[in-house]
RNA sequence: GCCUCCGUAGCUCAGUUGGUUAGAGCAGCUGACUCUUACUCAGCGGGUCCAAGGUUCGAGUCCUUGCGGGGGUACCA
């Protein structure tokens, strides 16, 4: 056991010694920092008169106030201010004899404490030397400033709220260690400067999604995680296995299939906000599993959900408190609606100066950079060229319209030429951030494209897979309609400046860790000795 | 999966061409200090150099394998 662990049980003790829970209690009443700080106004300056004196404005840079003199100028008095409770982390402790300041943090902020032995007492002063870094404590007290006019709670009384037994991570780098950070991200949210509000943006984002999708009667539902046939996109699921039924069962890929079967049942406006797994390989911008958002509208189409991604980004961006202009990865996004437009084809010639209909020369200029197109249909060939040269190179925010029909299976062609599919797809600095169709209705077509699509392809490759029981619900008629997709991670890694999915990801996936760690074991052992003392 | 970089004290990091007993800051411990704010000052402790092999008189340093992580790449409508 190392000298941070027994230090740490030693004070534990000492804290229960004097008969205080070091796991604590329940505290009324309690005050956000950022709430207390929002009192700063309410801090004055008493003369012995009784008359009350307004604090100068310390925040001026131009202005500074030197807070002692102040008060001797102004004459002898009191400073007074709102008691106010408030609780948390102990972030930094600084002694000065009989005094102690705290910087303590709560998930809004930070907020200096004093404490004076004379103010509190002997006891509650006593309990401070059995502080440690990253201990929880509650503070009643008055809200006022320093000589050195710093915003501060001047204890009155303490409350022991919870025992760290584990020393905090270096207190001005914070943590570094990425592989730390995401293993013990409590760390990381707490000692690291823009983690919490990385993750709370994430939340506003979310909610700012269903708030637009309620605003246009949308209906939020949760489908079913466990498929038997994982369908809606070209993905490798993960598999897994049922006892009781005996049979395999597969981590849905996409939300698509069952929102597209309540379009059927008349939920003419639907979405699912939820997670889904891809048994593929990990990158700054892939993690296993992900969460997307898909919604379907009864009687739109593709240009409707063009619509409506832009809408659900603007009120995103609005949420989070930002405007159009977003730095990202150190380049500027422009967000401004409304957001460019290009076709498929347009975007292949001007990348590769080829004619898009010339399967011939798009063959061989596949074959120049490197790709096989023996035996692949020409639009496969298109399409994969189309991913190599175009796609990354796409800073966006752009939608890219009217995709080649055979790669879009489950897509309504248009009705002038069936050769084009009703589909866009949105690119953000070269990634693919939103998927959207007009969707297949034709039942009989479904079945047909499914059939085409399986002859000559992998197993793995879900998306071949026939599904029966999807057309079935097809056969039952689903009005036409849009569908969107958008990858939340991306978006709020976009809308965050964080170049890592990883760093919008909670708890990402991660190998377990290879040794056990030896100082847990010390500690049980340890605590059990001290238990039989 | 493949390529590549990284792994040194609780944390953040140094560590020269392979050469004495592996260092610093923070954190910890002891002491002093009632307006500090990365408090300060005096002193003290703290290491499976990721792991296992190998080369060498000698390995934190070089080699091999493994483990974990970052990046790239492959897979990925």
């Known amino acids: 056991?190392?000298?941070?662990?027994?230090?740490?049980?030693?004070?534990?003790?000492?804290?229960?010694?004097?008969?205080?829970?070091?796991?604590?209690?329940?505290?009324?009443?309690?005050?956000?920092?950022?709430?207390?700080?929002?009192?700063?106004?309410?801090?004055?300056?008493?003369?012995?008169?009784?008359?009350?004196?307004?604090?100068?404005?310390?925040?001026?840079?131009?202005n500074p106030v030197d807070y002692r003199q102040w008060k001797n100028d102004a004459g002898s008095g009191e400073e007074i201010g709102?008691?106010?409770?408030?609780?948390?982390?102990?972030?930094?402790?600084?002694?000065?004899?009989?005094?102690?300041?705290?910087?303590?943090?709560?998930?809004?902020?930070?907020?200096?404490i004093m404490i004076g032995k004379a103010q509190v007492g002997d006891r509650d002063f006593e309990m401070t030397k059995h502080f440690d870094l990253g201990d929880w404590i509650a503070v009643e007290?008055?809200?006022?400033?320093?000589?050195?006019?710093?915003?501060?709670?001047?204890?009155?009384?303490?409350?022991?709220?919870?025992?760290?037994?584990e020393p905090p991570p270096e207190k001005h780098a914070g943590l570094q260690d990425s592989e730390l950070k995401q293993r013990q991200r409590y760390l990381d949210l707490t000692y690291n400067e823009g983690v919490m509000d990385t993750f709370l943006k994430r939340t506003q984002i979310v909610q700012s999604i269903r708030n637009t999708l309620a605003q246009r009667q949308y209906c939020e539902i949760e489908g079913p995680t466990l498929h038997t046939i994982a369908g809606g996109a070209a993905a490798r699921p993960f598999t897994t296995y049922h006892n009781a039924l005996d049979m395999p069962l597969f981590m849905r890929i996409a939300l698509e299939l069952h929102l597209k079967r309540l379009m059927v049942g008349g939920m003419e406006r639907v979405y699912e906000l939820g997670r889904v797994y891809r048994n593929e390989g990990l990158s700054p911008r892939h993690?296993?599993?992900?969460?997307?958002?898909?919604?379907?509208?009864?009687?739109?189409?593709?240009?409707?959900?063009?619509?409506?991604?832009?809408?659900?980004?603007?009120?995103?961006?609005k949420a989070t408190g930002q405007g159009f202009q977003v730095e990202w990865n150190g380049q500027a996004i422009d967000f401004s609606p409304p957001f460019a437009r290009k076709t498929y084809d347009e975007l292949f010639h001007e990348a590769t100066g080829l004619e898009p209909g010339n399967t011939q020369a798009i063959a061989e200029y596949a074959k120049k950079i490197g790709l096989d197109p023996l035996g692949k249909h020409p639009d496969v060939v298109k399409s994969e060229v189309f991913e190599e040269k175009v796609e990354d190179s796409l800073m966006g925010p752009l939608f890219v319209i009217d995709y080649p029909a055979s790669i879009c299976p489950l897509t309504k062609r248009k009705a002038s030429n069936p050769q084009v599919a009703e589909r866009f797809e949105l690119f953000i600095q070269g990634m693919e951030i939103a998927n959207a169709y007009t969707e297949l209705n034709d039942p009989l077509l479904q079945e047909e494209l499914f059939r085409?699509?399986?002859?000559?392809?992998?197993?793995?490759?879900?998306?071949?897979?026939?599904?029966?029981?999807?057309?079935?619900?097809?056969?039952?008629?689903?009005?036409?309609?849009?569908?969107?997709?958008?990858?939340?991670?991306?978006?709020?890694?976009?809308?965050?400046?964080?170049?890592?999915?990883?760093?919008?990801?909670?708890?990402?996936?991660?190998?377990?860790?290879?040794?056990?760690?030896?100082?847990?074991?010390?500690?049980?052992?340890?605590?059990?000795?001290?238990?039989?003392?």
């Open 1 to 62: 056991m190392s000298e941070h662990h027994e230090s740490r049980l030693a004070k534990l003790e000492k804290i229960q010694d004097m008969g205080v829970d070091p796991w604590g209690a329940h505290f009324p009443n309690r005050q956000w920092n950022s709430e207390v700080r929002s009192l700063a106004h309410q801090v004055k300056y008493q003369l012995q008169d009784g008359s009350v004196k307004e604090l100068p404005d310390f925040d001026d840079p131009q």
């Open 141 to 165: 007290g008055r809200l006022g400033r320093t000589n050195t006019a710093e915003l501060t709670v001047f204890a009155a009384k303490l409350h022991f709220m919870c025992k760290t037994l």
């Open 82 to 112: 709102p008691q106010v409770r408030v609780a948390g982390r102990i972030i930094l402790l600084r002694g000065q004899g009989k005094i102690k300041f705290i910087t303590l943090r709560d998930w809004t902020g930070d907020i200096q």
């Open 287 to 317: 993690n296993p599993e992900f969460t997307m958002l898909e919604a379907y509208q009864a009687f739109g189409n593709y240009e409707v959900m063009m619509e409506l991604t832009e809408q659900i980004i603007l009120d995103a961006l």
């Open 452 to 533: 085409t699509q399986l002859e000559g392809q992998a197993d793995e490759d879900s998306m071949a897979k026939m599904d029966e029981d999807f057309v079935l619900a097809l056969r039952n008629g689903m009005p036409p309609a849009g569908g969107l997709g958008i990858g939340i991670d991306r978006l709020v890694m976009l809308l965050t400046n964080s170049r890592s999915i990883r760093d919008v990801i909670l708890f990402p996936v991660l190998r377990p860790q290879s040794q056990q760690n030896p100082s847990k074991d010390d500690a049980a052992l340890t605590q059990a000795e001290v238990a039989e003392q």
